[in-house]
């Protein structure tokens, strides 16, 4: 087998049933990768699927909730059943969580956050880690999904803000033990790209402001944010992105508030 980005060869991307999940999983098909696409719900990971140009390896649909040790240890498993190696990890999933300051946030939203955003994304990359270090030839990447929040909070997001933080620690963790073995690590943090998460906190019709009022933010095509995600992922061996930061043009965030 050749090395990453001579010959695209297996990846994993989580969340991948909806917005950059779904985007980053179709473009890694399209480009010819073998693709394991995780969710917590089957039918739109095949929905993922089936509308996705085709142009090399299959995919594989492999329903699992990342919280779930269990459910993670399958989801690798059966990709090395399939696949005979994982190349790539896109480290996807994640939710904003409930929205307040820190004294409004009760410990159930806080704990179901975490649980997704650090703990999941933890699980996934302890998996991918220890195929990565078995494989034979040995190495590979993990890419992370970070946020402009791993920057800049916004308003009233301090369990998001705090968990995609905890993100860039565990990426630089990671590209450091993986120094060893071939593995890198690398996080790209994205804002305001068109997916149903934006629509959540109202960027389209006015999202809230530092100074408290609400104004409409700009957004760009999801698609974007997916092409940047595969090029990160095909860079060959020798080279690593450790940090990428692509945002709508004009958005408030540098000097945000």
């Not at 994205?190 to 402001?209: D, F, K, P, S, W």
């Not at 940047?228 to 060959?236: E, G, K, N, S």
């Amino acid at each position: 087998m050749g090395e990453i980005g001579v010959t695209p060869r297996v990846a994993v991307v989580t969340g991948a049933g909806s917005g950059i999940g779904r985007a980053v999983a179709r473009k890694l098909l399209a480009d010819g990768w073998s693709v394991a696409l995780a969710g917590r719900r089957e039918e739109p990971l095949r929905e993922t699927v089936q509308e996705a140009p085709r142009a090399g390896g299959p995919a594989l649909v492999v329903p699992c909730d990342v919280t779930r040790p269990d459910d993670v240890e399958r989801l690798f498993a059966e990709t090395l059943r399939t696949f005979g190696r994982i190349d790539v990890l896109f480290n996807n999933a994640g939710t904003f969580g409930p929205a307040g300051d820190v004294g409004e946030i009760d410990v159930a939203g806080w704990e179901t956050t975490v649980a997704v955003n650090l703990t999941g994304s933890f699980l996934c990359a302890a998996a991918a880690f220890r195929a990565m270090k078995a494989q034979d030839p040995q190495g590979g990447r993990i890419i992370n999904n970070g946020s402009i929040s791993a920057h800049t909070p916004r308003p009233k997001s301090v369990v998001y803000t705090t968990t995609k933080h905890a993100i860039t620690g565990l990426t630089k963790s990671i590209e450091l033990d993986g120094r060893p073995y071939g593995i890198t690590a690398g996080q790209i943090d994205i804002g305001n790209t068109r997916t149903e998460m934006m629509h959540g906190i109202g960027v389209g019709v006015g999202a809230l402001q530092a100074d408290g009022l609400r104004r409409v933010e700009p957004t760009f095509d999801v698609a974007e944010a997916a092409n940047a995600v595969a090029f990160m992922a095909a860079l060959p061996r020798e080279a690593s992105v450790g940090s990428l930061l692509i945002t709508a043009a004009g958005m408030p965030f540098v000097g945000r508030g």
